[in-house]
């Protein structure tokens, strides 16, 4: 095979396998092709990904040597992106009763739910992550946005016990805003004993729904390595029962009598 | 920028952007090359994404020429991995109180679940679809996997109404196998009418959840294009209330006594 050819293959190859190691020998019976031109091919897709700003081919020599694709995504992409994202936002038509905002069509928007996805991945990526823990419902494609850059499990807490999970842990918190008792249920066999954990959600204001989160995590002995939220209220400092997070975005502003949303780059970008 | 360079620009462009029309001119000014070269490189890619199996390149002549990658998953490579997720569902330690299974684990590896969207895209690929329809909690992982191969939105019905998804439409049905009346829930924002729409969902037995799902697209005026369940269990066909659906997976048997989980190829690979 010649090289244009390989170049294609292993450009998909690493795009479909990140942050699983590979072994030169693997490339090398694949393509029937000599280490020599497999190591070259290799500076060649490191150094074009790097230009891109989506990550670096981490090599490692020796007799367990290989190489792994370790997906970034550029903090000034990043910020252009965030910027997008933040236009849309600002819409007026999103402000619902109540001072909500609507958010349902982005999170159901595969294009920017990836660019999502991938800013969060590379918060995360010296993180040594075998979980991505979310709540449902809202949770979820953020969850798997994110898993799929980490290529980690996604684990689903739930808001209600069901038969398919099996026995569950479940506990009680209260909801920062509402002050209302809620509950979050997980199975027992969705995360092994002593597991680094990230914990997202789309929206945080007083954090109760993180600290139940956190809380839970203790039950099953997990560490909780980061915490993401795709979108943070402005709050009482005093009142927020969670410090040490990553948020893209921050709603400063909602007027729903004037029709104004005002909406800034979030502390990841500070 | 060398040939070899823009192969692995544009093979992370085309996989990044599925279904996305691309004009000529877009890669000519990108990478300062000329149109011959940059045909030349697209058949490259074409030939090789087509021995992979993953898809072709589409080329449109004219003045409003250009290229997009229809992404596809080859039967042979599907029926291979589809055997190894059979062989995980048999594991007998699946099996919960009650002859349910627990599959959480599946739908949270990312490995899997991209795999399982690649089949399903594989399967739609010639439908014109507007929107991935799917119901909370269980169906989400599944829908965003094929959303993001065909590169469409995501929605998601609720059970039950949430302020943050505004005005809201909702049917009550009849769940197939516990005769009980239940609730879906979508926000009216949700889908616009007249639109093509793909239903998703984990799991089928008696067909109940699909059917509302079905009547509930009605009510937004969207035409059902195409039905997907990831498995199918063995019921009485005279008691289903779908007929017209593609399943990837089949549970013939469950034998909690015994704990015996025997499972075959879905109607997909018939």
Same mark, same amino acid.
């Given at each position: ?20 190691? *590979? ?30 700003? *989506? ?14 694709? *370790? ?13 997008? *994202? ?166 400063q502003e909602v007027n729903e009598r004037e029709g104004r949303i005002q909406v800034v780059r979030g502390n990841y970008f500070e």
């Amino acid at each position: 095979m010649r090289r244009s050819e390989r170049l294609v293959a292993m450009t998909d190859y690493f795009k479909e396998n990140p942050y699983t190691h *590979i072994s030169l020998p693997f490339f090398v019976q694949w393509f029937e092709a000599a280490k020599s031109s497999i190591s070259e091919d290799l500076d060649i897709i490191d150094a074009m990904f790097d230009q891109l700003g *989506i990550g670096r081919l981490q090599t490692s020599a020796g007799a367990a040597g290989g190489v792994q694709y *370790i997906p970034d995504y550029h903090m000034d992409l990043s910020k252009k992106k965030i910027d997008d *994202i933040i236009e849309l936002l600002e819409d007026p038509k999103r402000i619902l009763p109540g001072g909500y905002i609507y958010m349902s069509d982005l999170l159901g928007d595969l294009k920017q739910l990836r660019i999502i996805g991938k800013m969060f991945g590379a918060a995360f990526k010296a993180y040594d992550v075998d979980y991505v823990v979310t709540v449902a419902t809202k949770g979820i494609p953020l969850a798997y946005a994110v898993a799929d850059v980490l290529r980690v499990p996604v684990v689903i807490i739930r808001r209600d016990p069901k038969v398919t999970e099996g026995s569950t842990v479940s506990i009680n918190y209260v909801s920062g805003s509402s002050r209302k008792i809620q509950t979050m249920v997980l199975s027992k066999r969705s995360i092994q004993e002593n597991s680094n954990v990230i914990l997202l959600d789309d929206f945080m204001k007083a954090g109760g729904t993180i600290h139940g989160m956190v809380s839970l995590m203790n039950e099953f002995n997990a560490t909780v390595k980061g915490i993401g939220v795709l979108a943070e209220a402005e709050d009482d400092e005093e009142d927020r029962r969670v410090d040490d997070y990553i948020s893209l975005l921050k709603f400063q502003e909602v007027n729903e009598r004037e029709g104004r949303i005002q909406v800034v780059r979030g502390n990841y970008f500070e």
